[in-house]
């Protein structure tokens, strides 16, 4: 799965330098990426809003939201498998 394959990815990508990598830049710095976090999911409530819904948008800004939660997630040391295991007994 996809992201699954971002997970490891961002993993990686903790030890590489800030300059050399976005994803090393945010995971040095948390609040940088809560900040993206919240300009991301603003962009797809905005999008959501609108009368006429541009699906290539809403994929586009549901992205950028997707990777910034992540990048947060490996920086806090939470595995997707846990996220995933709370939507599973959810379901229930």
């Not at 994929?59 to 990777?67: G, I």
């Amino acid at each position: 799965m996809i992201l699954d394959e971002l997970e490891t990815v961002l993993v990686e990508r903790r030890n590489a330098s800030p300059e050399d990598s976005y994803t090393a830049k945010l995971l040095a710095d948390p609040e940088l990426n809560q900040r993206k976090i919240m300009e991301e999911a603003f962009e797809v409530c905005l999008e959501l809003g609108r009368a006429e819904v541009a699906h290539e948008l809403v994929a586009n800004e549901a992205a950028d939201v997707l990777y910034h939660l992540m990048v947060g997630l490996v920086g806090a040391g939470v595995p997707l498998a846990d996220v995933f295991a709370v939507l599973e007994e959810r379901r229930r």
